[in-house]
Structures are given as structure tokens and as C-alpha cells.
């Protein structure tokens, strides 16, 4: 079977910022939150409220919870979360 290649690139969503822990990031259009975060260089999301040990994304399709973050005020999976101009996010503290 041959190698798969992209042949003339890939389009993105038009250029966004979003508010992480008041600090504007900028983004995609389109990208999920979670990938947006990991091209912002931000691996940690939060903190695990036992142990205190750092959490990011893990699985990236929803399923183990490591990527909670804060959305306009909402608990959400940062994997499942589509970026749009705005939006305000929350990783640091106590979620």
C-alpha cells in the first residue's frame, strides 16, 4: 500500500483568540480546544485533585476526563470542546 501524502496542504479555520486563565491564545477556528492548548505549548490542563499531579490530554476522543478545563464557566472535556472567537477558558485552580 503507498504512503498516504497531502498533497497541497491543509486549510485551517480562520485565526481566533480565545482567553486562557485571562491570557489571550490564539487559535483556530474549527480545531478542538484540546489541540488548539497542545499548539499553544500548554500540556498541562489541570491538576489532579488528590494526588495534585499535572493532567492533560489523554485520549482525545472524549472518553477518560484527564483534559477538564472550564468553558464560559462549564466543566468540559477540552477534546470535545470546538474553538470559536471568545471563548474563556479555565485551567488553573480547582475545578
Known amino acids: 500500500m503507498p504512503a498516504v501524502r497531502i498533497a497541497h496542504g ?4 480562520r485565526s481566533v483568540t480565545i482567553l486562557v486563565d485571562g491570557q ?3 487559535a483556530h477556528e474549527g480545531e478542538t480546544l484540546a489541540a488548539a492548548l ?16 499535572a493532567r ?3 485520549c482525545l476522543m472524549g ?3 484527564e483534559c477538564l478545563v472550564r468553558v464560559d464557566g ?14 474563556a477558558v479555565e485551567c488553573r485552580g480547582s475545578l
Open 10 to 13: 491543509i486549510e485551517r479555520g
Open 74 to 87: 462549564r466543566l468540559c472535556q477540552a477534546c470535545r470542546v470546538v474553538v470559536a472567537e471568545g471563548l
Open 24 to 26: 489571550p491564545v490564539a
Open 63 to 65: 472518553v477518560c476526563q
Open 38 to 53: 497542545a499548539a499553544a505549548g500548554r500540556a498541562t490542563l489541570r491538576h489532579s485533585p488528590r494526588a495534585g499531579t
Open 56 to 58: 492533560g490530554a489523554f
